[in-house]
């Protein structure tokens, strides 16, 4: 069974950078695209970043020129740069078993990492 399993985090001032890496644990073979998304307490989960199994990449407006998400075969990253308090959140990886991740909804995600906390200070 593939997991995904995340790491990295952390607070952070803002303008500063931090890290997120996320790791399908039981990747044994097959094709995954991934996602980011973010949520913060008593908001809906917001869709940030996707990377296909090809790497094409797909930003939202509110990180587009500041995050940048890669990835391996089983491995997915996402640098954020000049981070802002509106940042905070708390970030998920997601993947799922396809070629591309064109959609921007968690239900189209059947596999989910459990989640690291990011806080931006001012």
């Known amino acids: 069974q593939v997991l995904p399993v995340q790491s990295g985090g952390g607070s952070v001032e803002t303008g500063g950078n931090l890290r997120l890496s996320c790791v399908l644990s039981?990747?044994?073979?097959?094709?995954?695209?991934m996602g980011w998304f973010r949520q913060v307490p008593g908001k809906e989960q917001e869709w940030i970043a996707g990377?296909?199994?090809?790497?094409f990449t797909r930003y939202s407006d509110s990180v587009k020129g500041r995050f940048i998400v890669s990835r391996a075969p089983a491995e997915t990253n996402l640098q954020m740069n000049s981070l802002k308090p509106e940042d905070t959140a708390m970030y998920y990886c997601?993947?799922?078993?396809?070629?591309?991740?064109?959609?921007?909804?968690?239900?189209?995600?059947?596999?989910w990492g459990q989640g690291t906390q990011v806080l931006v200070s001012s």
């Open positions: 997601a993947a799922a078993r396809a070629f591309k991740c064109s959609s921007r909804f968690p239900r189209d995600f059947p596999l």
């Open positions: 039981g990747y044994i073979s097959g094709t995954f695209c």
């Open positions: 990377i296909d199994s090809d790497g």
